[in-house]
């Protein structure tokens, strides 16, 4: 999973993927989960579990941090709630003599107060990544991005916790001019097989 510009070990990517990985899954024996239009689904993964733990929350901010300092970045930007505690998790991490400036997005500009776009001290004039739990078909991201755009930000690319291979999510953000990093790549069949031992072929849902 490591990339060669990143200091973070392989080992330590590896166990705390597969960490985040375990304590992300919701299987249908536990609970009853569906997908967007109510159907019901095999597996999930919820990543605010895990993000809103202080036990592994620092880790993750630290090697989040990490990547992000590899790249060059120095602030970030989250759009919805799985986006959220990383941001804060990345903050959180930061050095004292080279800390990271956070932002949210909102869905529509709000119509009083400030009537920001984006909440955060972001500076238009430096590059922003932006940071997400899940990338699936890559829609959200770029929704992200565009928003971040017509509020006159720079954008240069979107750091992931999970990259559902399957869905074509990378190359819809690469084709936008975006470079994409993910802590684990997932696909379909060894997410499958780590989720369903039974051998269901249940459909997927990003929450």
């Not at 202080?54 to 989250?78: D, M, S, T, W």
């Not at 505690?85 to 003599?97: F, H, I, T």
Request: hydrophobic share 40%; with cysteine.
């Amino acid at each position: 999973m490591a990339n060669d510009y990143s200091s973070v070990p392989e080992s330590a990517l590896t166990r705390l993927g597969h960490a985040l990985y375990q304590r992300a899954l919701v299987r249908r024996e536990d609970e009853p989960i569906t997908d967007p239009r109510g159907q019901p689904i095999g597996w999930l993964l919820d990543t605010r579990t895990p993000m809103l733990d202080g036990a592994i929350f620092p880790e993750i901010g630290e090697v989040l941090a990490e990547r992000l300092r590899a790249r060059g970045v120095e602030q970030v930007a989250g759009f919805g709630y799985g986006a959220f505690p990383m941001v804060c998790a990345v903050l959180a991490a930061g050095q004292s003599d080279a800390p990271f400036v956070g932002g949210f997005i909102r869905e529509r500009r709000k119509a009083y107060g400030r009537r920001r776009l984006v909440e955060g001290p972001l500076d238009r004039s430096r590059p922003i990544a932006l940071v997400d739990d899940i990338l699936n078909s890559g829609r959200s991201a770029a929704r992200a991005a565009a928003l971040l755009r017509s509020d006159g930000f720079q954008v240069d690319g979107v750091l992931t916790l999970f990259n559902f291979t399957w869905s074509g999510g990378r190359a819809r953000l690469e084709g936008d001019g975006l470079w994409v990093e993910s802590l684990l790549e997932l696909n379909l069949r060894e997410s499958a097989r780590a989720a369903q031992p039974s051998g269901d072929s249940s459909n997927t849902s990003a929450p």
